[in-house]
Every structure is written in C-alpha cells, then in structure tokens.
C-alpha cells in the first residue's frame, strides 16, 4: 500500500516545488517507487502528457526526477489565467471551462471528487505519493470548498510538512503565524516542518528551530541551505527567470502579461556564448540584441496589444531593419503574422486584430487545443528536434512555405524571405543540443558544448544528495500516512 506526505508552504514561493523535486529524486534513489502530485496548480507553463493532456510544467519535471512519465493524475486541476480576473480550468488535462475567480470557487466542491480520484489511481502503482500544495495553507479565507492545500489533505487523510522560506526574512512568524491561524483540525494534520533557502552557518538557527518545535508542537525535519544550481532547471514561473549576462549572441525575450510555455528559454541560458536579457514592460527592446525571441502567450491578442503599448513593435521594427533576426514560438509566432482572427471570441470580444506583419501568415483561432508530444526534424541540418505543442489556431500563408521543421509529412512553422524572421509551434525545440548549436551558428552565434538534459539530470542528483545531507529522510518517510 503506499504511503503519501504533502507538503505545503508558509507562504507562496517559498520553493516547494524544488523540495518535492528533489525528494523524488531522493526517494527514487533509494528504490522507492514515487510519484508526485498537485491537486490544483495555477501557471501557464504547461507540459503535454504522455495520455495526451496538459499539466503543471513543475510536476513534469517532478515526473522525471521520479523517473516516471507525466500523467495527467499527476495534476489533476490546472488553473491558466487569461485575465486578472478569470482563468482557463483544465480537468485531467483538458479544457473544462473559462471561470471568473467567483464562479470557480463555486466549482471546486464539483472538482474534489476528480481530484482524490486521480490521487487513488497514482497511489495503485506507488510506494509513496509526494503531494505539494498550493499558495498557503494560512489563507484562511479560501479553506471553505479548497482542493489545493487542507481541504485535498483532510479528504484524502494525508499528514503535511510545512515549508518555510528564511531567505525573504520573518520565517519563524511564518511557521507559528501559520499555527495560530490554522483551526485545530488543520493545525493537528501538520506533523513536521523543515526551513528552506538558508544562507551562511545553519547551526546559528538551532535556537531558531527549538523555537518553532515549542511554539508548534512539530517536529524539525531540518534546515535546507541555498541550492545554487537550482537555476540549471526548469522554472515554472516567469518571476524565476533572471536574465542571464554574458556571452556575445545577445537574445532579446519581452516580458509578456500572460507569458506561456517559456521554459524554450532554459537551454539558450544556459549556453555560455549567449546572454538572455528578460525585457521588462517599460524599457525598449535592447538595440544591440542579435536575437528577438517572442515567446508563448496565453492570450495572444491581449499581450499583442500590450506589446504595442509598450512600444515595442516599434523597437521590433528596427531590430528587423537593421538585419536582426526575430523568432516567434507559439503565440509569438502569431503575433509576427498579418492577422490574427478570433471569429468565436476564443480570446475576447469576436473579430480581427492586425499583426505585427513580419510574417506573411495569417491566423485564425478555433476552439480545438493541439496537444502533442512532437519529434520533428530541423530541414536544413536533419538535426532531430523532440518538442510539443499547446495551442489554439491554426497559421497559414505563403510564408509557410519555407517551413524549417518537418514531421513526416507534417511541415512546421514559417519564415520570411530573407529567412531573418521565423516562427513555429514547436515549445522544448532548444534542449536539442544538436538544434540548438545548429541554429545558434546559423544566426552567427558560438555555441558551447552544453548538454543540456545531461545537466538538467546531473542537477537533479545534486538536488537529490543536498537534501540527503541536510534534512532527516528517514524521519519525514516514517511520517508519511498509508494511503486508503
């Protein structure tokens, strides 16, 4: 029977993710079979199952420290926000429906019933089920109908381990403050915590931990210092991407409001001839960039219409003219278009919006999300380039003419005349190492000799043997709870 521990943080950011990460990891090096699980994420970086739907891109590559496939069980509620006030909800990795914040959380006592569903199924093939939650336990105001932190937890009868970050400060009122909020129920099912992001001597926080353990009445897992490395592996949210300095081949990415899909960019960063500049709304796209990259969106004509507002059509504009050269993946790629159509009103109000008209392709949206694990081949070269693709519409035009990868048959993406501007469907094409340095030297760049799923495997060892080291394993297994 498997067993099954959650782990919830004091706040948000606080590096669950990381920690469940490398606990499968951990865990799976000590011959247990594991698998992670979020009941309900929020994020638009998403990855595509092997069973053909859509999860968190933080439980893909939880998945894979795990050394499983990702599933959709592994992330049964995904929550893509396409406004300030309303997101996109996908059950079991499909489309359920567009809801404002009001309307879902009348929904979510429908989605429990899915959500403990999907957690019994991971747990029949299992030894231990690594949950993670979402956001804080301590919001209280969202305990009534939660899927995500308690509310999933009471359900399924799993004990939780909260997280706390020291690195943004006050990480002992986190934790007691968490306490002294929390109802007893909820409060009684937390049985340990550990502190995350310690920099500089941990046994200076012993009186610290002691402190928490008296107020608390839960046991200290331990203290886990800073993991430098963590920046070697996917991020699954934009504020986690910093710009990379450095390099001679500069890549120009904006910032877009409703950003998607932009682990594209991880390889690129981690190439030490490149240097990947994230460019905040407000500043001009860097003039002396060799590379404009336009990434995924989840709301294409919405960030189009902000990328104009932030002049930055303009700055494209000269980039193109001065022989720059411009990608555009997913959204990006339409954007880049002549026109972009939405004649259901997909993405807002029914009609058309003109593109930035770097493309001779035009777009229309339609209802149908594409999701597929894609292995194309880049023409010029023959380079294999395994990707996916998550989106809605469909591109045509005489642009796609000079499609630069093929599947099969299937030819993929768009480029101009001059072949300075491209763009294509295909997310993950960079961790090709073989595409990756072919395109870089096409575009005039050097690149390195970085592998890049070899060090995102290597980085998660490292990630596996530092919480070895500095957290008690033995004691959190023991704390796990058995599974119904």
Sequence with gaps: MAKAIMI??????????????GLARAYRQRGLRVAPFKPQNMSN????????????????????AAGRDPVVDM?????????????????????????????????????????????????????????????????????????ANMGFAEAAGVPVVLVGDIDRGGVIAQLVGTHAVLPPPDRDRICAFLINKFRGDATLFDDGLAAIADRTGWASLGVLPWFAEAWRLPAEDIMDV?????????????????????????????????????????????????????????STIA???????????????????????????????QMLGRVLSDPQGIEGPPGSVPGLGLLDVTTRMQPEKR???????????????????????????????????RDGDRLHGAASADGLVMGCYLHGLFASDGFRSAFLRRAGGQPGVTRYEATVEATLDALADHIERNLDLDRLQSLAGATA
């Design 45 to 64: 970086n998403a990855a595509v199952t092997v069973d053909g739907g859509e999860i968190g891109r933080a439980q893909a590559l939880q998945a894979r």
């Design 242 to 298: 910093a710009s990379s300095p450095g390099g001679t081949f500069k890549v120009a990415v904006p910032r877009l409001g409703r950003i998607a899909n932009f682990d594209d960019l991880d390889p690129l960063a981690g190439e030490p001839g490149v240097g990947v500049e994230i460019v905040e709304p407000g500043r001009p796209l860097p003039g002396d960039a060799d590379l404009v990259l336009i990434p995924g969106s989840k």
């Design 371 to 405: 999701l597929a694990l894609t292995e194309a081949v880049f023409v010029p070269t023959g380079d294999r380039v395994p990707g996916y693709e998550i989106h809605l519409g469909e591109t045509t035009g005489p642009d796609c003419a000079r499609a630069w990868l």
């Design 75 to 147: 992330n049964p509620v995904l929550l893509k926000p396409e406004t300030d006030t309303g997101a996109q909800v996908v059950v079991r990795g499909k489309r359920y429906a567009t809801l404002k914040a009001r309307d879902y959380a009348r929904a979510k006592a429908d989605l429990l019933p899915v959500v403990v569903d999907s957690f019994r199924r991971l747990a029949a093939d299992a030894d231990l089920i690594l949950a993670e939650g979402a956001g804080s336990p301590a919001e209280i105001n969202l305990r009534a109908g939660d899927i």
């Design 303 to 333: 960030d189009l219409a902000n990328f104009r507002a932030q002049g930055w059509d303009t700055d494209l504009f000269a980039h193109a003219r001065r022989g720059g050269r411009v990608l555009g993946l997913c959204g990006g790629y």
């Design 8 to 21: 919830q943080g004091a706040g948000s950011n606080v590096g669950k993710s990381l920690v469940v990460a």
